[in-house]
């Protein structure tokens, strides 16, 4: 992509949220759409400390007792080792004392990442990546509850999430 085509609304972004502002996969997507092409971001890595797993409709929380008794996969559709290995329920039991299940949700939620990055770029060289991103947040705001940063910053280029 080049040089960030809207830099002063990128750089508005990260002077409120804090000068790395790439943390979540919506700051991803919607700078994506804004231009920048390279990131330095810690989130995968962070939340997986804190038995967080990333997944495309936002992120499970696996400290939660919800998991407790579930027998499926952080992601099915993911193909990283974690998920082709190990349970919910496992992760569960295993988050908040083996100091492996850091281990365990990095790689899941750096392979969330990557491939994440992986399906916008793919949906850049297709000339499809307005129809990505509209399908992308609807995945992570179901009801369409968009937060308005992302509306405005994405109408700044042209994508409508209506």
């Not at 027998?71 to 993911?78: A, K, M, N, V, Y």
Request: proline share 5%; with cysteine; glycine share 4%.
């Amino acid at each position: 992509m080049g040089m960030c085509v809207n830099l002063p609304f990128v750089c508005q972004l990260c002077h409120e949220n804090g000068f790395f502002c790439f943390r979540f996969a919506l700051d991803l997507v919607v700078c994506v759409a804004l231009g920048c092409d390279m990131f330095d971001c810690v989130f995968p890595t962070r939340t997986a400390r804190f038995g967080v797993a990333l997944v495309p409709t936002g992120q499970l929380q696996l400290k939660n007792k919800t998991y407790k008794r579930d027998f499926q996969p952080i992601d099915s559709s993911c193909s990283c080792s974690t998920c082709s290995r190990y349970t919910r329920a496992f992760l569960h039991t295993i988050v908040t004392q083996e100091p492996v299940s850091c281990s365990l949700l990095t790689i899941h939620n750096l392979s969330y990442q990557l491939n994440l990055m992986k399906s916008m770029r793919e949906a850049i060289t297709e000339d499809r990546f307005p129809e990505f991103v509209q399908s992308f947040m609807l995945k992570m705001f179901p009801k369409r509850n968009y937060p308005q940063w992302t509306i405005d910053a994405l109408h700044s280029v042209n994508i409508s999430l209506s």
